[in-house]
């Protein structure tokens, strides 16, 4: 199996900016997609924003849309997610995974490799 490293989590104002970083090694099968998945305190794990492998074909939750951007960049191996507008209420560990399964992008028993997490907090 291979490796996911996220960074670029922080503390940040209402309002504010933050890109997620997402690196991926070791990978010796095919990725489908890579998801963002993020995880607040008392709450279940929920999918934030996909990215699909083939093509760039890419997914975002509805709390997200207009705001949050994925995106990739091959030659580094990398997902990122560009996160504009930021509320207290994105405030998670956010995550990133990847499949080479076929399934509803946001569903995260698909998944089979996770990063460690990236804790982002939204408050002035």
């Known amino acids: 199996q291979g490796q996911l490293v996220e960074s670029g989590g922080g503390l940040v104002q209402p309002g504010g900016s933050l890109r997620l970083s997402c690196a991926v090694s070791?990978?010796?099968?095919?990725?489908?997609?890579t998801t963002w998945f993020r995880q607040a305190p008392g709450k279940e794990r929920e999918g934030v924003a996909c990215i699909r492998s083939a093509d760039g074909t890419t997914y975002y939750a509805d709390s997200v849309k207009g705001r949050f951007t994925v995106s990739r960049d091959v030659a580094k191996n990398s997902v990122y997610l560009q996160m504009n507008s930021l509320k207290p209420e994105d405030t998670a560990v956010f995550y990133c995974a990847t499949t080479n399964r076929i399934g509803y992008w946001s569903d995260s028993t698909k998944y089979d490799v996770w990063g460690q997490g990236t804790q982002v907090a939204v408050s002035s």
């Open positions: 070791g990978f010796t099968s095919s990725i489908f997609k």
